[in-house]
């Protein structure tokens, strides 16, 4: 197992894939974005980082995480399906590969705390766990009427010894936690690293974020030949920044034979604004958050209002490598809604006895889609996390309709 940071596209010097990505940040705050630039340079070449990283990978989040071929649900779809459980990380998700290693950084760079927003909970979650580990402080911006729909996971960042800080002003939900986050980060950047949930933000985030979650794909491609000796036909991650689907990209981005999806979600109805999050159907180029990439803006130019059954999808813009990769057409961006995501959440528990984040949920039901359309290939779909967070909402919202 190795974090494969060579054999894979780097952005340019200031942080761009073609014309995306870069750095939209107040001069101040740019000289301590070049340190961390800097500083993580150093260390991705630093065997002993990379021992350390990867040894919490094994022996804490439980990696290599298994590809199971999910025969039940291949016959129901019709095609091959292979899941990688990243579903069975500690903490649930792939966020922890990313958390741990941004965590590392930041505790090599001499800072004493992390700190980072939230909107459901679950990036707080993985990075109040890799702070409690790695011996940080930790707060986590959150907004209030998060915090009262999300509340198992504002007990979990406490129980961990994070500082939940609620955000209580505008609409009170994950864009204003942003702004809050980040002021809080400016009072103070040189103790603090802001530590990013996806492959988002100002340069070097989305390559670093990139990087920590590479190990997915890494592990996925030998994994797959030892299974069935060959690649995989097409391969299927959700978006929401992009992170878990760029995690099992990146190691096939030069094979060919290899078609990649990447799903976002469509939520309410794709062509009503505010009813979706399908930055790469309905989105233009913008910059946002400090960096470049297709984006939903309202008429002011601002990150428009967005909405997704799946609060980890709900996001205004995607990760800028995932811009680049939509223009040069390496990569086909599909959109699912809620009902679709919904029947094949149930879909996947009932067949496979798995139950999926909700996330997760719209790669499965993309596969099923494809697999209508080819019959028979192989499909490698990125299970991102597990469903406990999403039961108790499921049941409320969805229980009667489903029998339940
Ligand atoms: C946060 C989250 C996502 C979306 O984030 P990406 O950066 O797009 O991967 C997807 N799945 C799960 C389970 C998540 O927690």
Do not use: W
């Amino acid at each position: 197992m190795q974090i494969n940071t060579f054999n894979c596209p780097q952005p340019d010097e200031k942080g761009y894939f073609g014309e995306y990505g870069g750095s939209f940040i107040p001069p101040e705050l740019q000289i301590i974005m070049d340190e961390i630039t800097s500083s993580y340079e150093a260390i991705r070449k630093d065997p002993a980082f990379i021992d350390e990283l990867t040894d919490l990978y094994q022996h804490y989040v439980g990696r290599p995480t298994p590809i199971f071929h999910a025969k039940n649900l291949s016959k129901a779809y019709g095609a091959e399906i292979y899941l990688k459980r990243e579903d069975l990380n500690h903490t649930g998700a792939h966020k922890i590969n990313h958390c741990l290693g941004e965590a590392l950084l930041a505790k090599k760079m001499g800072k004493r705390k992390i700190l980072a927003e939230t909107g459901a909970g679950q990036h707080g979650v993985a990075l109040a766990t890799a702070a409690a580990l790695i011996g940080l402080e930790c707060d986590i911006y959150m907004g209030e009427v998060d915090m009262r729909k999300e509340h198992p996971n504002v007990v979990r960042m406490q129980i961990l010894g994070a500082n939940v800080i609620p955000v209580t002003h505008g609409r009170k939900t994950l864009k204003e936690a942003v702004d809050s986050a980040f002021e809080g980060y400016m009072k103070d950047p040189v103790t603090q690293l802001y530590a990013i949930g996806s492959v988002v933000g100002p340069h070097p985030f989305p390559m670093m974020v990139r990087d920590f979650q590479s190990i997915v794909g890494n592990e996925a491609k030998s994994q797959l030949q030892g299974m069935i000796d060959a690649l995989p036909d097409n391969i299927v991650a959700c978006v929401g920044g992009g992170s878990n689907a760029i995690g099992i990209f990146t190691a096939f981005l030069q094979d060919d034979s290899v078609t990649l999806y990447g799903v976002e979600p469509s939520g309410h109805d794709i062509n009503v604004p505010g009813e979706h999050a399908a930055t790469m159907s309905k989105g233009v180029p913008g910059v946002m958050h400090g960096f470049k990439s297709y984006m939903l803006a309202d008429e002011q130019g601002e990150p428009g209002q967005v909405y997704s059954v799946a609060s980890g999808l709900d996001y205004p813009s995607v990760g800028p490598q995932h811009s680049y990769l939509k223009d040069i057409d390496r990569v086909n961006y599909r959109a699912i809604d809620d009902k679709e995501a919904i029947d094949a959440f149930f879909e996947l528990s009932r067949l496979e006895g798995i139950i999926p984040a909700i996330e997760s949920a719209h790669a499965i039901a993309y596969a099923k889609k494809l697999a209508k359309e080819q019959g028979g290939k192989s499909i490698l779909i990125n299970l991102s996390g597990r469903g406990d967070k999403d039961i108790d909402f499921i049941m409320e919202t969805y229980g009667q309709e489903y029998g339940l």
